[in-house]
Nanobody, 125 residues
Framework: QVQLVESGGGLVQAGGSLRLSCVVS????????MGWFRRAPGEAREFVAS????????YYADSVKGRFTLSRDNAKNTGYLQLNSLKPEETAVYYC??????????????????WGRGTQVTVSA
């Protein structure tokens, strides 16, 4: 069974930075395309960014372009999301996800089959 585990969340002041990690396990080859989403209290899950299985393609929501950066280390089955210049309105639980099929950088919740439990990011004003 494929499992995803996020880490790296925490409390940071506005303008600060965090680096989130997502480790994928459960199969011999645990390198998948990966997406990141977030859900603020009372809001729907929102696409943040995604990266293809190879790492050559990335896709960002307009709201985070230039501030968030994706990377991955396939040798470690780990993806990373660097969050810079954080804003209080970006307080949310951040989730990583992997599709069952496909190697691309996808943006829809429906494209993903496997989800982590999330890591809380809190940005204070």
């Amino acid at each position: 069974q494929v499992q995803l585990v996020e880490s790296g969340g925490g409390l940071v002041q506005a303008g600060g930075s965090l680096r989130l990690s997502c480790v994928v396990s459960g199969r011999t080859d645990s390198n998948y395309a990966m997406g990141w989403f977030r859900r603020a209290p009372g809001e729907a899950r929102e696409f943040v960014a995604s990266i293809s299985r190879s790492g050559r393609t990335t896709y960002y929501a307009d709201s985070v372009k230039g501030r968030f950066t994706l990377s991955r280390d396939n040798a470690k089955n780990t993806g990373y999301l660097q969050l810079n210049s954080l804003k209080p309105e970006e307080t949310a639980v951040y989730y990583c996800a992997a599709p069952k099929y496909g190697d691309g950088a996808y943006s829809r919740v429906a494209d993903y089959t496997y989800w982590g439990r999330g890591t809380q990011v809190t940005v204070s004003a």
